[in-house]
């Protein structure tokens, strides 16, 4: 009972002060400042030429729900500037399994941006197209004939595709 009732008081005593921030998926407007603040940091830590993210890996950072907040961003920032080989992070690099691993993130859509629906459909499936092939290929194996019938299109369909969006298919 007496060790109960000193881990109380001490919490309390260090317990001085207790603030609330606001999940850094409600605070969009930060991520960029924070992703400039991180590439600096780890820019002059590996000595590597990576000077920031372009527009469009920016655009995909902010619209992730960051579920560890600011430590995952600087975790995905840290990997970025250590694995980069050029002067800019994009999409695509975030795309290869150092950020989106986990599954396809929910797009946050700009309504401001749209001028018709059928560009905005055309951009849509060119964003979500490649990433769904790839996780049929890879849940079958990357046998193209089952991942073809999985996706209801034909075998050629596929492999027209797969040259398209230029994916590694085993």
Same mark, same amino acid.
Do not use: C, M, V
């Given at each position: 009972m007496q060790a109960g009732r000193f %881990?109380?008081?001490l919490y309390y005593r260090i317990k001085v002060v207790s603030f609330h921030l606001t999940p850094l998926r409600e %605070?969009?407007?930060?991520?960029?400042?924070? $992703?400039d603040h991180f590439v600096q940091k780890y820019h002059g830590k590996y000595n590597k030429a990576v000077q920031g993210f372009?527009? *469009?890996a920016v655009e995909l950072m902010i619209?992730?729900?960051?579920?560890?907040n600011v430590r995952e961003l600087e975790n995905v920032v840290n990997q970025a500037v250590?694995?980069?080989?050029g002067d800019w992070v994009d999409a695509a690099d975030l795309g290869?399994?150092?950020?989106?691993?986990?599954?396809?993130?929910?797009? %946050? $859509?700009d309504f401001h941006r749209i001028k018709s629906l059928k560009k905005a459909m055309r951009d849509i499936q060119q964003l979500y197209e490649p990433r $769904?092939? *790839?996780?049929?290929?890879?849940?079958?194996?990357?046998?193209?004939?089952?991942?073809?019938r999985d996706l209801s299109i034909t075998r050629k369909t596929l492999d027209d595709k797969i040259q398209k969006f230029d994916i590694q298919a085993g």
């Open positions: %881990r109380d008081d %605070r969009p407007e930060d991520i960029p400042l924070l $992703i372009s527009p *469009e619209s992730y729900a960051w579920p560890g250590l694995l980069g080989e290869k399994g150092l950020f989106f691993g986990k599954g396809i993130p929910a797009q %946050r $859509i $769904i092939i *790839e996780h049929f290929l890879k849940k079958n194996h990357y046998n193209k004939s089952k991942t073809a």
